[in-house]
């Protein structure tokens, strides 16, 4: 089943206060995203991502173009649709396990039946004992999981997470990127994961889409079976991660010129 | 306090906190023994160095031996007890504050809230927070006329708008991620606004009060001043000014600055303490 449909998306940004010059952030973007698929998007930085998330996510509406989740049109953020945030999310003044339950203030769950939710989602990713904590005392890798824990309790078709780990050193990121594969095999959603690292990319994808660089075009997508073996010395692996570094755009500067619009 | 770290890595950390209390008393104390010395050395120039006055300028001591006799003999100061110009002045005072906070804090979150309503609204208030308080005046006596109700418009158009801008731009910073997050959870309207903006707001928000009752307080004496009150702190100090009775001044103005003192160093710093405790901006638990 199609989960999400992108259809000739648009986005442009003004750059100036009297609306004259925009920069051109999607350029006519079409994709369109399956059940149970594990896609990542990579490029270099700049190139609309992190837009085309937000755009799914209905933080934020396309220039032209539409995206349908379902086949209906997306117009507002919703709970169908979870989102692992770049920067820090968590309420500050909330413990972890009130932050987790936040995510549920949409369900007729009882309070009791919120907190088990919670609580289960919390174990999944090692936090439950750090559930009366707030999160002033967790490390960055804690915040993010449980951020994760949020999305587990919220238990969305598709989860849409925005280079979630790329603030973290090495070691816990690669341990949080197994942690949401896990995930990922056991609970069958559909996970759009915005990264810039190709061996990030290799290690979780089972599609990857490389975007070019501003004005962000799909350059090309490569498919990835699940029966391939992604230990990264693999000779196949090696090939595919050449072919996709060699495809990326040479120059990374994401500071383009911005167009002009006659009004 | 302060030394709990969670269920298997509890360790007692030993508490700094009685001898940082007193550190921070005796501070104080040192500080109000200073302004006292400082007004004593005026005093004494004043009076015994210059010997310029016809009137003289009243010293600590006489000042607090009348302050004493109004509150404990029950001295009367212009027909009414010190605790009925205290009680006048405060009741005044928290009458227009309480409606400055509820109306300064609903407008203010709706400002900060909407953006294109803060360009437009933020026009008006900044004019507003131009004019000095008792230039309001001649505005409080066309809408009300002399007496106790011009003073309470002045006491709350001065703090309305400290709490307006205030409350607007605490909302205003709230991170947007926090905002994209909350509502990607399907927080309604109502859950955004009490759940989300208003707690990260709530240090603002009380830093906003607080400046919003200082100003309140001081305008307050100021406009029991001009408006002829009848009673009241303000209205006390300018009457025994007229009467010559300086020392009866001074020891109103005592009782102005202990009521201010108490309010901002207990009741708000209190209430902030406890605000910037809530967002975690404080080590600890």
Known sequence: MTLVQIRGVTKAYYTSRRKDRARV??????????????????????????????????????????????????????????????????????????????????????????????????????????????????????????????????????????????????????????????????????????????????????????????????????????????????????????????????????????????? | MGSERGPDSTIEIGSDRPASLMRTTIIFILGLLITLAIWQIFAWTYNDVLERGVMRFPAPFETFVMLGEFLFEGKTLLGYTIYDHIVASVSRWMFAFALAAVVGVAIGTLFGYFTSLFSIGIVPISVFQMIPGLAWLPIALLLFGLGSNSAMFIIFIVSVVVIIIGVASGIRRVPPVIVRAAKMMGASDLELFSKVLMPYALVDIVTSLRVGMGSAWRVLIAAEMVVGTGVGLGYAITMTKDLLNYVGSFACIVVICIIGLLLDKVLFAEMEKYARHRLGMEEGY
């Open chain 1, 25 to 263: 952030v999607l350029d006519n973007v079409s994709l369109q995203f399956e059940d149970n698929e594990f896609i990542c998007l990579v490029g270099p930085s700049g190139c609309g991502k992190t837009t085309l998330l937000n755009l799914i996510a209905g933080f934020e509406s396309p220039t032209a173009g539409d995206v349908f989740y379902k086949g209906t049109k997306i117009t507002s953020p919703s709970p169908e649709r979870g989102v692992v945030f770049q920067e820090y999310s968590l309420l500050p003044w909330m413990n972890v396990l009130d932050n987790v339950k936040f995510a549920l203030c949409s369900s007729d769950l009882s309070d009791d039946e919120k907190d088990n939710v919670a609580l289960r989602a919390l174990t999944m990713v090692n936090l439950s004992d750090s559930a009366y904590q707030r999160p002033n005392l967790l490390s960055g890798g804690m915040k993010q999981r449980v951020a994760v824990a949020r999305l587990l309790a919220m238990d969305p078709d598709l989860w849409l997470m925005d280079e979630p780990f790329s603030s973290l050193d090495e070691q816990t990121r690669k341990k949080l990127d197994d942690d949401v594969l896990n995930i990922w095999r056991i609970k069958k959603k559909t996970i759009v994961f915005v990264t810039h690292n190709v061996d990030e990319a290799l290690h979780l994808a089972t599609r990857i889409v490389l975007f070019s660089q501003s004005p962000g075009q799909v350059i090309k997508e490569w498919n990835i079976p699940t029966t391939m073996s992604r230990d990264p010395t693999s000779s196949s692996m090696i090939a595919l991660k050449k072919e996709i570094t060699d495809a990326m755009p040479a120059c990374a500067c994401a500071d383009i010129c911005p167009i002009d619009i006659r009004m």
